[in-house]
């Protein structure tokens, strides 16, 4: 409204200038007239226009040089710009253009232009996100507009969002004018079937800053399927953690369950069966899997799996994974199977398997034996698979090429976790299967003469004669394995008794799986073993029932 009437004035005035007579015209020429006496501007600044009337020349001088008129200079009726350039303050500042005729009429335009506030402003302030994706596909990104510095506050009860506030280091706030920055957050996947929340504050660092409003970011995760205690829940387990770990197992989801590939269930006659199990999944095997992280979660639903069997994870040997959790309680399992996923330790939880039987780590990432395997932890454990745990195969040679991410590595010479560690292994009377190939364990097998356990006559005569007098008083070790593989180590010295004699060396394939060394130790000494004998003659002369039968 104000600026119609000045219009209006304006207008006016020019009519009479018009009409009158000429003491009259002469009278109003001479005036100055300026359709507005003050402007606002916002921080962001800007153009307003201006309407100058001055029947004689002006000219028009601006105090700041934020502020100009354009043009500057006229004669006439003319409309003129305003413009001021955006300010970097946070409070407001003033100017004005002064605007004088021949005649020497003056005229003023006072300028005020408001400041930023202090604000941090989010371009996306409320997110949602599915339950599950891909690794490299669970996370949000967001544009902070901000003329403050800032980090970002994590609920303290919220453990599956991540932010690296590193992302912040190289912003810097030189004036109060925002400016915008992307930010990345990383979001964990939901296993639980409710929807939940978490409030994101990104917060100044300075703390005596009063922002201009909450900067909160609201984020909104889905609910995960409902998995119930169920043949259709262990179904639907299935077939998630086969998407979470990328598979290629083939489940048939139109056919019934126990017909899936990979998969098989509790059936009528099956012993330790009863009648809650039945149908409900047994075994379930993937394999060709590609993932960065442990096992899924929905794998702990399958209340009654009796065996588990993971193989072939992409690339396992350049990955460093932590298993989780998904297997520690589930109380019917026996077997285990992890074959080249890439784990680098097993969980505490992890020893509640006390029904475990048989345990397969083979092509691992472990930089050494896992403390948690023992014969204490795993109490009915028949058979430990721990081969295969090279991550740089190209190492032959300790003293030059040993490294901090080679693979299992034990010195049982020289470190006395170490050695400890392959005696318990040594002394677990119920291992039916030892694999130990192809690890970087160097140092001299123990003998093992202090072990309290010696062959006695009694297993002489209980044998029937079938085992030498030889054995009575050597150390009884591994005595009911019927594997035994430890070639493609670093080993060194002799080969020890409670071996060359044993009574099951014969199933061993000594020449391949025990005697057989590579490379060189970290005292650059060829690994290789001083005492291999040339052949079995001599075993077989100790148990000529061994001896094999040759026919023509």
């Not at 009863?274 to 960065?292: A, D, H, K, L, Q």
């Not at 299992?408 to 470190?415: G, K, R, S, V, W």
């Not at 050597?474 to 080993?491: D, E, G, H, V």
């Not at 020449?511 to 005492?531: E, H, M, P, S, W």
Request: negative net charge.
């Amino acid at each position: 409204m104000k600026f119609i009437r000045n219009i209006s004035l304006v207008m006016s005035a020019l009519v009479l200038a018009l009409s009158s007579c000429n003491d009259d015209t002469d009278k109003i020429s001479n005036e100055l007239i300026v359709d507005k006496a003050e402007v606002l501007f916002a921080a962001e600044g800007g153009d307003e226009v201006v309407l100058i009337s001055s029947s004689s020349q002006w000219v028009a001088t601006s105090s700041q040089p934020w502020l100009k008129l354009s043009p500057a200079s006229g004669i006439g009726v003319t409309d003129c710009e305003v413009t001021v350039d955006p300010s970097l303050l946070h409070d407001v500042r003033n100017a004005n253009i002064r605007i004088t005729n021949e005649q020497g009429f003056v005229k003023t335009i006072t300028v005020d232009q408001f400041g930023f506030d202090k604000a941090i402003l989010i371009d996306e302030p409320s997110v949602k996100i599915e339950n599950y994706n891909k690794a490299d596909k669970r996370y949000f990104e967001t544009t902070i507009t901000t003329n403050v510095l800032f980090s970002v506050q994590l609920p303290a009860d919220c453990d599956w969002i991540k932010f690296d506030n590193s992302q912040l280091e190289n912003v810097e706030i030189k004036h109060a004018r925002p400016q915008s920055i992307k930010v990345r957050f990383e979001w964990s996947m939901n296993t639980e079937p409710e929807i939940r929340t978490a409030n994101l504050k990104l917060l100044p660092l300075d703390n005596s800053v009063s922002l201009a409003q909450e900067a909160v970011i609201t984020v909104e995760q889905d609910a995960a399927p409902l998995i119930t205690d169920s043949r259709a829940g262990d179904s639907l387990a299935i077939i998630i953690a086969g998407n979470k770990l990328n598979t290629y197992s083939d489940f048939e989801v139109t056919e019934s369950l126990s017909n899936w590939a990979q998969v098989t269930v509790w059936e009528r006659g099956d012993k330790e069966a009863t009648p809650e199990m039945m149908g409900r999944v047994r075994s379930v095997r993937f394999y060709m899997i590609n993932t960065t992280e442990g096992l899924p979660e929905e794998i702990s639903k399958l209340k009654y799996l009796e065996s588990f069997s993971v193989f072939s994870n992409e690339n396992a040997y350049i990955k460093s994974i932590h298993l989780g959790d998904a297997l520690n309680n589930l109380e019917y399992l026996k077997h285990v199977e992890l074959f080249a996923y890439g784990i680098v330790d097993l969980p505490e939880g992890f020893a509640n398997l006390k029904k475990l039987e048989t345990l397969s780590l083979i092509s691992n990432s472990f930089s050494s034996i896992p403390q948690i395997i023992s014969r204490e932890n795993f109490p009915n454990l028949t058979a430990l698979s721990l081969s295969g745990g090279r991550r740089r195969d190209y190492i032959n040679n300790l003293s030059t090429d040993k490294t901090d991410d080679m693979g299992l590595y034990m010195n049982i010479d020289h470190i006395y976790t170490d050695r400890q560690k392959f005696i318990e292994l040594l002394s677990w009377e119920e291992l039916e299967v030892l694999r130990l190939s192809s690890n970087y364990i160097e140092g001299t097998l123990p003998d093992m003469n202090d072990y309290p356990i010696k062959y006695t006559e009694a297993d002489i005569v209980a044998s029937n004669d079938s085992l030498p007098r030889i054995l009575i008083g050597t150390p009884k070790i591994l005595p009911k394995a019927q594997y035994l593989s430890l070639n493609r180590n670093m080993f060194t010295g002799d080969i020890p008794t409670w071996i060359l004699n044993h009574p099951n060396l014969w199933m061993w394939d000594p020449f391949t799986l025990i005697y057989t060394q590579d490379g060189f130790n970290t005292d650059g000494k060829r690994a290789r073993f001083d005492n291999e004998p040339i052949n079995m003659e001599y075993y077989y002369d100790l148990y000529p029932f061994r001896r094999p039968i040759i026919t023509d």
